[in-house]
């Protein structure tokens, strides 16, 4: 244990490490502080949060339903006001006459109602048309496991929570951040080793290399997950500054970005999962780094060769956004240790690939890949790392 | 200027090949026509992964790709140039010599303005070669652009020369960054990690225009060229964002290599003080 701690120690060590996190977390907290103050975050949901139950009473009453409709989709407040909760009205009017930042803000929250119980038909109605669609065409794998998830969603809710930018925090930027911090710590793990010519000396002690190897392992992915706690913590207390508590559970399906997806998931549960997947592709990446860096002489080309895997993946995972079918295009994207620590695409989109009459969910593809790639880099790591060096 | 073991112009011309001999330069090149080669010869490859910039491929590539393998190429070989010396002693023996380091330190920041131009240069040559080489026209004397309503209008030719100079600009300001952190540091990563959250932070506040002027005032713009034509969100011009933006980076530019050049004599007082030889 005295050796782990000693490797964790010597990691957590390089001021160059904090120096650069603390610089990137200083520079996520000023981009992210910098919205706090616009409308959309100050009003727009907080504002119609007491009176979420009667926006989707609302939505869900058929006699709203069928003036929305045969409205096209295309409803005013006021056209709306006579069919609706008068709790509704009542909340926007406590607003009435108040500016803020040039918005007319019980203007802007009427315009807000309307579009939230409209938009909650119209996502209702498309559902429905896709399941009758499903219902009419031929009997395949993927139409029958979309007819089956369409069919068991839960109830949809309105947009009014804040999950949609909580699911947000691990869409891209976190990662990239979380990766570059954990890769800067680990990539000269070894390589420090054999630059200073003591690779070959502790072939000379009592434990030799072997003990080192799970000790250095070890560290590491303690360091990763420190990163992971505290990249994700100031995260969510930036998020609970701004935007507060997400106000309550809510369906994925309730979200603007996922509500077409074939995803039975609640945000609740998919933050977590998230949050998990953050931490063991940190690991993951962790244990490629090693691989990379017990095989490399340098620091310089063991960092960018662990950030070139990375970088891969994020950039093709990015390009790749908004489907929910892996193809063989996609799916190096979709197995990527970025899309581990992202999973808004995987298991966000509720992505699945189809082996013959089978529909397999990608997220236990890309588990199944990293955890390979994880093991894979291990063994390559022990083979590299102790390996007979006979350069006398 | 003249030294005992041979000129000035020597010592920076050897530090000059030391870069352009690195096998970064000679793999990021490759990789480079690699992708070049793909792009011209393989419509497939074209259209599943490029986004064509105004009908033109050569503008597509010296404006979103060619730039980030030139700052790769360009990250890779001068964030080790100052902090290697120091990791294998080199430093304390040129702190020994006739000339001592100030020589040393001012060849090595020419050479690496030179290495920026020249390799940019074989970028964009290597570009236009392929595209000859695949019978797609150039097209010098169209209007580049020619169906977008421009601020800044100019002919392909002088389009390309434009971007050329701004690449180039881009590039310098990036390798006097991290020329500066590498004469500070002693570890090669510090430098590198540098360059990449320098070139990471511009690329989000130019993704988030959070700060209008930070927008208009960006290296993502100087590297990407085409984006400085039109539309400001600081100033009232797309000409006035554009001088200002070279004015910024000239002046940094020029800032940062004289910060990196006055480093040597308090690290040479340094290391004087504190070796046990002396």
């Known amino acids: ?392 | 200027m003249k030294a005992k073991g041979g000129s000035y112009q020597n010592l920076m011309m050897a530090e000059l090949k030391t870069l352009l001999n690195n096998h970064w330069t000679l793999i990021v090149l490759s990789v480079y026509v690699f992708f070049t080669c793909s792009v011209y010869f393989s419509e497939s490859f074209r259209q599943t992964w490029l986004q064509v910039l105004d009908g033109n491929l050569f503008t597509t590539m010296i404006n979103l790709y060619l730039p980030t393998f030139l700052f790769i190429a360009v990250l890779l070989n001068t964030a080790p140039i100052f902090a290697s010396d120091k990791k294998n002693g080199m430093e304390e023996l040129a702190d020994t010599c006739f000339y001592g380091k100030n020589f040393r330190k001012k060849a090595k920041i020419e050479a690496t303005i030179f290495y920026t131009i020249l390799i940019t240069a074989a970028g964009f040559l290597v570009t236009a070669a392929v595209s000859l080489a695949s019978r797609t026209p150039l097209d010098l004397s169209s209007k580049a652009f020619e169906t977008v309503n421009l601020d800044i209008s100019m002919s392909n030719g002088v389009f390309y020369l434009f971007c050329f100079a701004m690449v180039v600009l881009g590039l310098i300001a990036v390798a006097s960054a991290v020329v500066l952190i590498s004469s500070r540091s002693d570890d090669v990563i510090v430098p590198l990690a540098s360059g990449i959250l320098i070139y990471g932070i511009e690329l989000a506040l130019y993704l988030k225009p959070l700060v209008k002027i930070l927008w208009d005032i960006n290296l993502l713009k100087l590297l990407r060229p085409y984006t400085m034509l039109s539309v400001s969100l600081y100033f009232d011009s797309a000409i006035k964002a554009l001088v200002a933006n070279v004015v910024a980076f000239v002046l940094v530019s020029v800032a940062l290599f004289l910060l990196a050049f006055t480093a040597a004599p308090e690290a040479k007082a340094k290391h004087t003080l504190s070796s046990p030889s002396t």
Request: a positive charge; proline letters at 3%; hydrophobic letters at 45%.
């Open chain 1, 1 to 392: 244990m005295s050796l782990t701690s000693a490797e964790f120690k010597k990691i957590v060590s390089k001021k160059y490490v904090w120096v650069l996190a603390l610089l990137l977390a200083l520079f996520y907290a000023y981009m992210f502080l910098n919205i706090g103050d616009n409308f959309s975050v100050v009003y727009s949901k907080r504002a119609l949060q007491p009176v979420f139950q009667e926006i989707m009473d609302a939505a869900y009453d058929p006699q709203v339903q069928e003036y929305v409709i045969k409205n096209g989709f295309n409803v005013t407040f006021d056209e709306l006001k006579p069919l609706i909760s008068p709790k509704i009205a009542q909340t926007i009017e406590q607003y009435q006459g108040k500016i803020y930042k040039g918005y007319d803000v019980a203007k802007e929250l009427k315009d807000e109602a309307a579009v939230r119980i409209e938009s909650l038909v119209e996502r209702n109605v498309t559902i429905n048309e896709m399941i009758q669609e499903l219902k009419n065409k031929p009997d395949t794998p993927l139409n029958r496991y979309l007819l089956q998830q369409y069919t068991h969603m839960p109830k949809m809710e309105p947009n009014l929570t804040r999950w949609d930018d909580w699911i947000d925090i691990n869409n891209s930027m976190l990662p990239l951040l979380i990766a570059f911090v954990v890769i800067l710590g680990v990539a000269s793990v070894y390589t420090g080793e054999y630059t200073s010519k003591m690779h070959g000396i502790l072939l000379t002690t009592k434990n030799g290399r072997s003990k080192l190897f799970w000790s250095k392992l070890l560290a590491s992915c303690l360091f990763a997950a420190m990163v992971v706690i505290i990249f994700q913590s100031l995260a969510a207390v930036l998020h609970m500054h701004v935007y507060g508590f997400p106000f309550k559970n809510t369906p994925m399906n309730s979200l603007t970005s996922f509500y077409k997806r074939p995803n039975t998931m609640w945000a609740l549960e998919f933050y977590l999962c998230q949050l998990a997947g953050s931490l063991l592709g940190a690991i993951v990446l962790t244990a490629v780094t090693l691989c990379i860096s017990s095989l490399c002489r340098s620091n310089l080309v063991s960092f960018f060769i662990s950030g070139i895997y990375f970088a891969l993946g994020a950039l093709f995972s990015q390009n790749l956004e908004g489907q929910y079918i892996t193809s063989k295009v996609t799916i190096f994207a979709d197995a990527s240790t970025f899309s581990l620590m992202s999973l808004t695409d995987v298991l966000g989109n509720a992505k699945v690939f189809i082996i013959g009459n089978h529909v397999i969910p990608t997220i236990i593809l890309t588990l199944i890949t990293q955890a390979v790639i994880f093991v894979v880099a291990l063994f390559l790591t022990h083979v590299f790392y102790n390996r007979k060096e006979i350069t006398a």
